[in-house]
């Protein structure tokens, strides 16, 4: 989706406002594709002094599987858009990935939004950011209680425990 910007591009002070909804279930990150539900976008274009800064936020709904636990888990997420729209890109070898071209006097509205949400999702996904895990030893999930499994002793300290059990 193109937004149009030739009312603003010469107007300092001047704004547009945009709301949209994109398709984005075909990204897949790690093994599965979190995103099934639309994300949504909207926020504001500004001129500011000449120079185009486009805020607003990005939501959805991520449907994953947690990659510390494995449990399955479904969680709002909220994104800030923040970026700057330019009419030509100068120096193409030191790109600002938070820095896009115009196509003629339009915003590529889907290219910045798939952009900004996949550089802003997390390498790993989470049930929730303290997710605690799944022991090692008997492989329970450490998010419904401690295992009942006994901490192995380190055999370097093996002769101390002799002298504690004296």
Do not use: Y
């Not at 090692?136 to 101390?160: I, M, T, V, Y």
């Amino acid at each position: 989706m193109l937004l149009g910007l030739s009312k603003i591009i010469d107007c300092p002070g001047a704004s547009v406002s945009f709301s949209t909804s994109i398709d984005l279930s075909d990204l897949q990150f790690g093994t599965c594709c979190p995103v099934t539900e639309p994300v949504s976008a909207e926020g504001v274009v500004r001129n500011t002094a000449g120079v185009l800064v486009m805020t607003g936020t990005v939501r959805t709904c991520l449907h994953g599987v947690c990659d510390r636990c494995a449990s399955e888990f479904t969680r709002d997420v909220e994104i800030p858009i923040d970026v700057v729209l330019v009419t030509e890109l100068s120096n193409e070898e030191n790109e600002d990935e938070w820095v896009f071209p115009l196509e003629g006097d339009s915003a590529d509205l889907e290219d910045i939004i798939r952009t900004v949400f996949v550089l802003n999702m997390d390498s790993k996904l989470l049930c929730k950011e303290d997710c605690k895990g799944l022991c090692c030893r008997c492989g329970k999930n450490l998010n419904d209680g401690p295992c009942s499994c006994q901490k192995e002793l380190d055999p370097r300290f093996a002769a101390l425990k002799q002298l504690l059990e004296k």
